[in-house]
């Protein structure tokens, strides 16, 4: 068996375990699979009292799109602080250190699950937008695809840092609201940057997922320009490597007690 089969064999464990905690689990099943449909609602009846005009956006496209934020930071973001927090406390993390599993295929193959659910929700919001509201298919499925994967990679990494900073899986409820609403508010997903003040907008274009929104958006819907497109490129990718770098810098593997 080569090295490369045997991390694959791993990490395929470690998420199929992962996966299993996380049935078991109503209340992340809850977050993970409803709460980010519920919120394209709540995004629409929004954005439904919002001018979009000159924005190029329809009501349907920003809904959708800032669905597709949403399934990003619940059902990774959010749900992996508690995860993380969670097997560090029961000290599931430190005994997975003692055997030959790396410290990047510990962290990896406990977010695989909620990774490849958060892939399977966007395809659905795509297929949903594309069939039932008219928005047609992606026009840039590369652009799309790139905004998600990297997306994926940097809440991923961001989880695992925030999970240093939580103390418990009730805590992290609270160390997690700070980044979602940020989101929420400044990156697009629950208001477009095109509708802010260009001073706030500017400001709001530096925050974590602006930049996959802007990919997201761009490539489902199009309308962005290349430098807009660079720009959102390379802020994503700086945010990915800050977050990798604070969590082999800082993350805890003993528990917080």
Do not use: H
């Not at 030959?100 to 958060?118: M, R």
């Not at 160390?175 to 500017?202: K, N």
Request: with cysteine.
């Amino acid at each position: 068996m080569t090295a490369s089969s045997t991390a694959a064999g791993r990490l395929s464990a470690l998420g199929r375990a992962e996966l299993t905690l996380l049935a078991r689990n109503r209340t992340a099943v809850f977050i993970a699979l409803l709460m980010p449909l519920l919120m394209i609602f709540a995004i629409k009846s929004s954005l439904d009292r919002i001018d979009l005009g000159g924005t190029g956006l329809t009501v349907a496209g920003a809904a959708l799109t800032g669905g597709i934020g949403m399934v990003l930071l619940q059902v990774i973001y959010m749900n992996l602080v508690s995860a993380y927090v969670a097997r560090r406390e029961e000290l599931v993390l430190k005994r997975l250190r003692t055997g030959e599993v790396s410290d990047p295929e510990i962290l990896t193959g406990t977010a695989l699950p909620a990774v490849l659910l958060t892939l399977v929700q966007c395809v659905l919001i795509v297929v949903i937008g594309t069939l039932a509201f008219d928005l047609g298919s992606p026009g840039r499925p590369d652009l799309l695809v790139a905004g998600l994967l990297v997306g994926s990679v940097m809440l991923s990494a961001l989880a695992a840092a925030t999970a240093t900073l939580t103390r418990t899986v009730q805590t992290s409820q609270l160390t997690t609201l700070p980044l979602f609403f940020a989101s929420m508010l400044g990156s697009g997903v629950f208001i477009p940057l095109d509708v802010l003040p260009d001073r706030v907008a500017s400001l709001c274009e530096l925050l974590p997922l602006t930049g996959v929104m802007t990919l997201v958006r761009a490539g489902w819907l199009g309308g962005a320009e290349d430098g807009d497109l660079l720009r959102a490129a390379m802020t994503a990718l700086a945010w990915t490597v800050f977050a990798v770098f604070a969590v082999k810098r800082w993350f805890r593997w003993d528990p917080r007690r």
